[in-house]
């Protein structure tokens, strides 16, 4: 079975930064994906940022610009640079990981909430 551990979560105003850092319990080389989604109140979950297929990357539309996925493989992280944080970034982020179609992975959660 493979765990996720997301941190970094936390309170942070309008135009600052934070950064998440999601743990795997195996190489992520072992993963055809990784990455992050979130989920604010009452809506539904949405692809944040993730890479696919190696060391390609897609990004949501509204992060792109203002957030970058990293990894380091050595450690098996992942991590999402958050930059010019505004209050509609506020949600719970999901570290995410597939090996294939049919076995995807989540980790915890983490609480980001963007308030002045």
């Known amino acids: 079975q493979v765990q996720l551990v997301e941190s970094g979560g936390g309170l942070v105003q309008p135009g600052g930064s934070l950064r998440l850092s999601c743990v795997a319990s195996?190489?992520?080389?072992?993963?055809?994906?990784m990455g992050w989604y979130r989920q604010a109140p009452g809506k539904g979950r949405e692809l944040v940022a993730t890479f696919v297929s190696g060391s390609n990357t897609n990004y949501g539309d509204s992060v792109k610009g203002r957030f970058t996925i990293s990894r380091d493989n050595a450690k098996n992280t992942i991590y999402l640079q958050m930059n010019n944080l505004k209050p509609e970034d506020t949600a719970v982020y999901y570290c995410h990981a597939s090996r294939t179609s049919l076995q995807n992975y989540w980790g915890q959660g983490t609480q980001v909430t963007v308030s002045s």
């Open positions: 195996r190489s992520i080389f072992s993963f055809n994906a």
